[in-house]
């Protein structure tokens, strides 16, 4: 059973930057088919996709966010992590990792880390 | 990119049926067919139940069902239950090789 886990701080201070982790288990990192994703939900409201990255390091952004944004793989540690820049109050959500399943679906997801950007 | 268009809720009772549209344009919904559809209940993480317009992962009722018109797509669920309240969400990967989520639908049962 592929299993996904995020891991990171919590709580960080305006201008600082977000760096999340995502280990992967149960399934492989590498190799075709599948890209891997972090997706944000601020409180209450809908799914934000943030970035996706192929096993081949291709790595994709949602434009509104890109300036800030890095997507990086770690296949020997099976993980990939997110890291977001000068992060403001609007920067707090809760971050997901997921797979994606041939450029199909999110099929597995992490359980979500909330992530409070606060002074 | 623009978030695809959804109504904010819909209701309905057991054993009925509800339809939750996604709406886009030409250049996205309109064009291409990986759009997927997926179920949020409260704390957890986004399950997916349909992709590519109308096909169902192993595992999911098949109460549900998607569909396309033009630049709208659509979540069926016929046979209400009352586990199926929940947010839904719809979703396309598009020809940038990147995802676009609808603004959600709040599914009652009443």
């Known amino acids: 059973q592929v299993q996904l886990r995020e891991s990171g701080p919590g709580l960080l201070k305006p201008s600082q930057t977000l760096s999340l982790t995502c280990s992967v288990s149960g399934g492989s990192i590498s190799g075709g088919g599948y890209h891997f994703g972090w997706i944000r939900q601020h409180p209450g409201k809908g799914l934000e996709w943030i970035a996706n990255i192929y096993y081949t390091g291709s790595t994709y952004y949602n434009p509104s966010l890109k300036s800030r944004v890095t997507i990086s793989l770690d296949t020997s540690k099976k993980q990939f992590s997110l890291k977001l820049t000068s992060v403001t109050a609007a920067d707090t959500a809760v971050y997901y990792c997921a797979r994606v399943y041939w450029g199909l679906y999110f099929d597995y997801w992490g359980q979500g880390t909330l992530v409070t950007v606060s002074s | 990119q623009s978030a695809l268009t959804q109504p904010p809720s819909v209701s309905g009772s057991p054993g009925q049926s509800v339809t939750i549209s996604c709406t886009g344009t030409?250049?996205?919904?309109?064009?291409?067919?990986?759009v997927s559809w997926y179920q949020q209940t409260p704390g957890t993480a986004p399950r997916v139940m349909i992709y590519e317009v109308t096909k169902r992962p192993s595992g999911v009722p098949d109460r549900f069902s998607g569909s396309k018109s033009g630049n709208t797509a659509s979540l069926t669920i016929s046979g209400l239950q009352t586990e199926d309240e929940a947010d839904y969400y719809c979703?396309?990967?598009?020809?940038?090789?990147?995802?676009?989520f609808g603004g959600g639908t709040k599914l009652t049962v009443l």
């Open positions: 979703s396309l990967y598009t020809s940038s090789s990147t995802w676009v």
């Open positions: 030409s250049s996205d919904v309109g064009s291409y067919s990986r």
